[in-house]
């Protein structure tokens, strides 16, 4: 069964924009409920640890350096069918290939600097929401 959580990242492109508050609208116009969310910055160090699972990517070293050149937003969503939903909300990793009305393909700059982060599975939501969120962050 599918489970009802995701986590989200609005990245540094998107918040130095200005769009973190669209974003969330859409979001939340989508169904999902922000059960846990703060503004923070990603250390390269940390954003290395985040993507671990790409170490071995050509892109890895400039992805580290983005997600740590400016302030973010983290957050845990709520709604059934939470990462599958999400992903369709947010469009393809590339905005040229995201479809119409996505978050991507409203919002992101390219491949890399794609607006949003969106987990892959319910175990991967856990392991980032944990990587965000301690237990007396996660109250609700
Ligand atoms: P995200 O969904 O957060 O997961 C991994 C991130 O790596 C991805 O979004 C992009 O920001 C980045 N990424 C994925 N593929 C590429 C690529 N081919 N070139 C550059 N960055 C990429």
Known sequence: MAGNRTFTMIKPDAFEAG?????LKMIE???????????TRLTPELAG???EVHKERPFYADLCKYMSSGPIIAAILEKNN???DFRTLI???NPANAAEGTIRKIFAKSIEANAVHGSDSDE??????????SQLERVI
């Open 82 to 84: 939470a990462v599958e």
């Open 124 to 133: 991967n939501a856990a392991i980032e929401g944990n990587f965000y969120f």
């Open 49 to 51: 640890k985040f993507y």
């Open 29 to 39: 116009e989508a169904g999902f409920k922000i059960v846990a969310m703060k503004a």
């Open 91 to 93: 469009g393809a990793t």
């Open 19 to 23: 769009n973190s508050g669209a974003i």
